[in-house]
């Protein structure tokens, strides 16, 4: 039974499209996030969720828009994609906010936008 | 932001000899030191971890090693197999204590 799910593993779209990706976790945490992995395999935080509740928000662009219907999913939207977002995109959670608490990450949903 | 430099980028070892791979960081808040280890294609995962309030810990044959004052830490990983072949990320807590970041990762190989 899987901990941090994410839907779909693979996506392909073009320039200008809208799209979403989902994240659910069964781990009963109460923070999650986004991470971008680009293509030299960086990883860095974009967004972060406790309970529903916005806490992180890097400098990312406002097409992207993360959404927490509840503290198990954490779903992030992307509008009018552009080739520069091309990436591996990660979900994880932890138990609770802070940062030493060990993340546990989703296998991730490659985003390829030509 | 907070950087976290990781070197070397790539590493090559013989089975059964030993990797380390360093990490420095710039913010004298951080106190929270995991490494992540990521097979291709699969998702990070933790190996191991180090607070500031300690200064080496072990875990079979991997440790971890903290210098605060010198804000570098290392990993190390002995008798290495085949199957510890990954990419490994350090990181860092950020000053507000909510996110991590990652150094760029080591590409380690262990050829048998």
């Known amino acids: 039974d899987t901990a941090v799910s994410q839907t779909p593993k693979y996506l392909v779209t073009q320039m200008g499209n809208d799209k979403s990706i989902k994240c659910e976790q069964n781990l009963g945490h109460d923070t999650m996030y986004w991470y971008k992995q680009d293509s030299k395999k960086f990883l860095k935080i974009m967004f972060s969720?406790?309970?529903?509740?916005?806490?992180i928000n890097e400098t990312v662009p406002n097409r992207f828009s993360p959404k927490s219907p509840d503290k198990a999913h954490l779903n992030l939207h992307i509008n009018s994609l552009e080739l520069g977002d091309s990436a591996v995109y990660f979900c994880?959670?932890?138990?609770?906010?802070?940062?030493?608490?060990?993340?546990?990450f989703g296998p991730g949903t490659r985003l390829t936008v030509t | 932001g907070e950087n976290v430099e990781q070197h070397p980028s790539t590493l090559s070892v013989q089975e059964g000899d030993s990797a380390v791979i360093k990490c420095t960081y710039s913010d004298s808040a951080s106190n929270y030191f995991p490494w992540y280890k990521q097979e291709l294609g699969k998702r990070p995962q933790l190996i191991i971890d180090i607070r500031s309030n300690v200064g080496e810990k072990k875990d079979q044959r991997i440790a971890v090693t903290l210098n605060k004052t010198a804000k570098h830490f290392s990993l190390h990983i002995t008798e290495t197999q085949p199957e510890d072949s990954a990419v490994y990320f350090c990181a860092a807590s950020t000053n507000s204590g909510y996110a991590l970041n990652f150094g760029k990762g080591t590409s380690l190989l262990v050829t048998p």
């Open positions: 994880a959670s932890s138990l609770q906010p802070g940062a030493n608490y060990e993340q546990y």
């Open positions: 969720y406790n309970n529903k509740e916005l806490i």
